[in-house]
């Protein structure tokens, strides 16, 4: 029965994994035919480059004994996002993301590299390394579903939900059941769970705003 719960879950999460990073092929397609980043920001690319990387921290095994999937699934969000990244900094007319792109990375990298350190010398069983990365792993979670906030400021001020795709917030919200689920299937998971709340209701605004907004646009295709 755990099998096939663990069977069902993982195909659950590859399809959702895959329908949102199909849509950021969309977007990165749409740059790299027009040559051009137009009006697109990388901030919610590196946060989410940065939130992969810390939760590989948290679910390496001398930190999470249960951390397969979460390293699985962090390490494909690791690989998308540099590509997606490096392709925002090829095509983007702005210098100050040239510059900016590879100061964030290098700084975020640091971080992360800084915190494994400590949870690994500091802290010495799994429970308290897990509490340490975890509460580490929710601050940048929230920061990752934060960072569209500013997509979602435009799309209020400009009326057009051209720049807040329907696909890759449902796929984003789903995702976050999913998660939450998981937080709940084996041993309770708080980290995971306030993570996948706090992702959940992000994904739950842009889709009321995307509805909202939809309508008035003609010729609008989810």
Not at 17 to 26: I, K, L, M, P, W
Not at 92 to 105: C, E, G, V
């Amino acid at each position: 029965m755990r099998r096939e719960i663990n069977s069902c879950k993982n195909d659950a999460w590859r399809g959702i994994s895959t329908a949102d990073n199909r849509h950021n092929r969309s977007i990165f397609w749409r740059i790299w035919k027009n040559e051009s980043t137009k009006e697109f920001h990388p901030y919610p690319y590196i946060t989410t480059l940065l939130n992969s990387m810390i939760w590989i921290v948290y679910g390496l095994p001398m930190v999470n004994l249960d951390g397969t999937l979460i390293i699985t699934f962090n390490s494909f969000g690791v690989l998308t996002q540099s590509i997606f990244l490096g392709i925002f900094s090829v095509y983007t007319k702005k210098n100050k993301y040239k510059r900016l792109i590879p100061l964030l990375l290098l700084a975020g990298g640091a971080f992360v590299r800084i915190s494994a350190a400590i949870a690994l010398i500091c802290f010495h069983t799994t429970a308290s390394r897990m509490r340490f990365v975890g509460i580490i792993c929710d601050i940048f979670l929230i920061s990752m579903y934060a960072s569209p906030l500013s997509i979602v400021y435009q799309v209020w001020r400009t009326k057009s939900v051209g720049f807040l795709p329907f696909w890759v917030c449902l796929a984003g919200f789903c995702n976050n059941i999913c998660w939450l689920t998981y937080g709940f299937l084996k041993e309770f998971d708080l980290y995971i769970v306030i993570g996948s709340v706090v992702g959940a209701v992000f994904g739950f605004i842009q889709l009321c705003i995307y509805f909202y907004f939809a309508p008035k646009v003609k010729g609008i295709k989810y």
